[in-house]
């Protein structure tokens, strides 16, 4: 089994190839599939995105995750794994030319992480926040290593990965991560409800909500909904929501849309000053001055 600082150097001299010349912040596709390295030259400043189901990689510098009210600093070393789509906002430090940082995100085969539970034994979680974080070591690290040890030998790519990413998806599951990957393919449970209202706010951005009616549709109080979706989720309901909004009003004006108003109604909104304040609190600038940019 590899320690930690091997296991770190290996997976660096994996990626080497791949990330070498490659300035300011960029995401690099490789042959494995789902499979993407990622390095920067330079800091980011916070950034919003949405942190699909994922396993997530941090081999130099340090990535800040943060979700409403949790916040996670993943560290050389460090690895984390969502089991659903949620909006978060995440930050590069100390990264610099001459040490950029790097790390590893593998996309999640939903269908395979089900079939991989369905060869193990039955275990009954508790519902768990939809993100968790960890050292990427022991069994976990060893599979993932093996995995990205592929780009290595590309024609054995077709024929090892898929064995490799079982392999890794079955480990993940016995680690300490394993509670919350178990929530993707668990049904009829709370979390399964709370996925559910977490999607219907995604996929219905632009309307009201009632919360009294997404309560009851995940058959809880609204006092209990509320605080079991911020714990799953790290935000309130109506905070999600407006997560989601935002990101998509600032799609709209990055894809030409001519007229910050009508993104504001577009998107949800019925003050357009609300809209531009909110968006300069999240962005850190106003849509006129992303439009005009």
């Known amino acids: 089994?590899?320690?930690?600082?091997?296991?770190?150097?290996?997976?660096?001299?994996?990626?080497?190839?791949?990330?070498?010349?490659?300035?300011?912040?960029?995401?690099?596709?490789?042959?494995?599939?789902?499979?993407?390295?990622?390095?920067?030259?330079?800091?980011?400043?916070?950034?919003?995105?949405?942190?699909?189901?994922?396993?997530?990689?941090?081999?130099?510098?340090?990535?800040?995750?943060?979700?409403?009210?949790?916040?996670?600093?993943?560290?050389?070393?460090?690895?984390?794994?969502?089991?659903?789509?949620?909006?978060?906002i995440h930050q590069l430090t100390g990264a610099k030319p001459d040490l950029p940082y790097v790390g590893i995100s593998l996309h999640l085969d939903t269908d395979l992480l089900t079939r991989v539970m369905l060869n193990m034994p039955k275990r009954d979680d508790r519902w768990t926040c939809a993100v968790a974080a960890d050292h990427l070591d022991g069994p976990v690290g060893d599979a993932f290593a093996r995995l990205v040890g592929l780009l290595g030998t590309p024609d054995d790519i077709g024929a090892l990965a898929p064995h490799y990413e079982f392999e890794l998806y079955y480990r993940l599951l016995q680690s300490a991560m394993g509670g919350t990957l178990r929530q993707v393919s668990q049904r009829n449970n709370r979390f399964q409800q709370l996925k559910a209202a977490a999607d219907w706010l995604a996929a219905n951005h632009s309307e009201p909500v009632n919360i009294a009616d997404l309560a009851a549709s995940s058959g809880m109080s609204v006092t209990s909904f509320h605080r079991h979706f911020k714990a799953v989720t790290g935000f309130s309901p109506l905070a999600f929501q407006r997560h989601i909004r935002l990101l998509e009003a600032r799609k709209l004006l990055a894809s030409g849309s001519t007229n910050v108003s009508r993104v504001a109604y577009e998107v949800g909104y019925t003050s357009p000053s609300q809209f531009?304040?909110?968006?300069?609190?999240?962005?850190?600038?106003?849509?006129?001055?992303?439009?005009q940019r």
């Open 276 to 291: 531009s304040r909110e968006y300069k609190g999240m962005f850190g600038s106003t849509p006129l001055g992303d439009l």
């Open 1 to 88: 089994m590899n320690d930690p600082v091997t296991l770190t150097t290996r997976l660096l001299d994996d990626a080497a190839p791949f990330v070498a010349g490659h300035r300011g912040t960029v995401g690099l596709p490789t042959p494995i599939p789902r499979l993407t390295l990622w390095t920067s030259t330079k800091a980011t400043l916070p950034t919003p995105a949405v942190f699909e189901p994922m396993f997530y990689a941090v081999l130099r510098g340090t990535k800040v995750l943060i979700m409403g009210a949790n916040r996670f600093e993943l560290l050389a070393g460090s690895c984390a794994t969502s089991s659903f789509g949620l909006p978060y």
